[in-house]
């Protein structure tokens, strides 16, 4: 499975943004997507994920801010980032479940400024 990330970028506390993340390959048993970030200095954590079946799981920090979505005919997640607050600045990364295995895309940088 390959994961491709789109949509990083700097934006003014208050703004947003949309990342998207198409996944190709051996996608048959991809059964959640989702979002991780990784702050400078700090361990990656999760932002959200979503199942094949529209389940989703958010961070407690991005509750009500982010929403995650997942269009299954283009194999693709997306996460619509509203109301950025400088702390949510890190690299992002698209991750994907398959059967056990995981596969994670190149990070996208997201800068928040204040």
């Known amino acids: 499975v390959q994961l491709q990330a789109y949509g990083g970028g700097l934006v003014q506390a208050g703004g947003s943004l949309r990342l998207s993340c198409a996944a190709s390959g051996s996608i048959f048993r991809v059964n959640v997507m989702g979002w991780y970030l990784q702050a400078p200095g700090k361990e990656r954590e999760l932002v959200a994920v979503i199942t094949n079946d529209g389940r989703t799981t958010y961070a407690d920090s991005v509750k009500g801010r982010f929403t995650i979505s997942r269009d299954n005919a283009k194999n693709t997640v997306y996460l619509q980032m509203n109301s950025l607050k400088p702390e949510d600045t890190a690299v992002y990364y698209c991750?994907?479940?398959?059967?056990?295995?995981?596969?994670w895309g190149r990070g996208t940088l997201v800068t928040v400024s204040s």
């Open positions: 991750h994907a479940l398959s059967g056990w295995d995981n596969y």
